[in-house]
């Protein structure tokens, strides 16, 4: 049972004791955009429309001072405007204890006004969030976890990211096809409970550069991806670049080969030696790296057992210092499977 206990006292008949007061809880609707408040009293109200809302103080009771609360359970998308109205032939004003006591949020907005002899109310606030659901459809690929829980009216911070072979993820959007993207940055609003992962077919923009044969897919999906090069230290056509990235930070270039058989690539650098590296890791361990200014060399791995190889090249930073064009290169990338 919602029912909120006020730690004030009755002042009780002549030769009692005072007893702790409980305020009764009082849920109402508004009508034509007013709600009376009651002395005494929580008031409840909900406010799922962003219509404007007047709220209606109790009159004054001769000998006796105001006390209430009221309680804003805001579940629009938008934050209406809320004002307060003195009762007839009143003038009312208030002393504010918290910086934003007026500034209604998303979420319960509990309100406390308490006359003063001096007839001004003080008035409290405190806010309680409301957790909401959202489901996540990834729409045919793969996804961990599909219920996640964020507070109404804050932003997302953080949306998953599902994955599927062959394709890339657009976003989450409210509807599977068409909709409204849906951003990490954007505001958890009530109409939003259910998310839909769209996708495009995915579109190798490196191995005509830089695979001759043409057999192998490569994937960079970084913050800031590798890219396509075509300039001074690029062969031709082009080359992999590492994404430009700045202290402390890393991108990578990822393919896989099936099976046995031989990879052959070549690689370069231009960047601080022996900090800023360019790694060549192959399922998951690394395998070597180089650094410095570095002419393009070439560089064989052998594997030797079956099933899928996970190869990444990955360029990162150490904190501080950038020199040369601070990056790495790949080109040339072979795989020949064993024979047999």
Known sequence: M??????????????ESPTAGRYRLLKRVPEEGCVALTDRAVTRIEVAATDP??????????????????????????????TF??????????????????????????????????GIFIVNRKRIDIDQEVEFDPCGGDLDKTKYTFKLGATYGTLPRP??????????FTEAEGGVKVEASDRCKTG???LYAQWEVYVDP???????????????????????????????????????????GRTSLTTTVQGKGTLSFKWRTSSESNYDKLHFIADGT????????????????????DGTHTVEWKYDKDGSVSEGSDCGWIDDVVWAPAEG
Request: charged share 25%.
């Open 286 to 305: 690394e395998v070597t790296n180089i650094s410095g200014e570095r002419s393009w060399t070439t560089y064989t791995r052998t594997f030797a057992t």
């Open 163 to 172: 994955t599927m072979a062959g394709m890339v993820f657009q976003g989450w």
């Open 2 to 15: 919602d029912v909120l206990y006020i730690p004030q006292l009755d002042e009780g008949d002549a030769g």
């Open 53 to 82: 809302l007047k709220l209606t103080v109790p009159p004054l009771v001769k000998g006796a001072m105001r006390d209430f609360f009221v309680r804003l359970v805001i579940t629009a998308d938008e934050i209406p405007e809320v």
């Open 206 to 248: 490196f191995v005509d550069a830089i695979c001759p044969a043409k057999n192998l897919t490569f994937f960079s999906e970084d913050v800031i991806p590798w890219f396509v090069d075509t300039g001074t230290y690029a062969s031709s056509p082009g080359s992999a670049r590492s994404g430009r990235i700045s202290d402390s």
């Open 85 to 118: 109205a003195a009762p007839t032939g009143e003038t009312i004003s208030f002393e504010d204890v918290d910086e934003d006591v007026f500034k209604c949020e998303i979420g319960v907005n509990v309100f406390a006004f308490t006359e003063t002899d001096q």
């Open 192 to 194: 939003v409970t259910k």
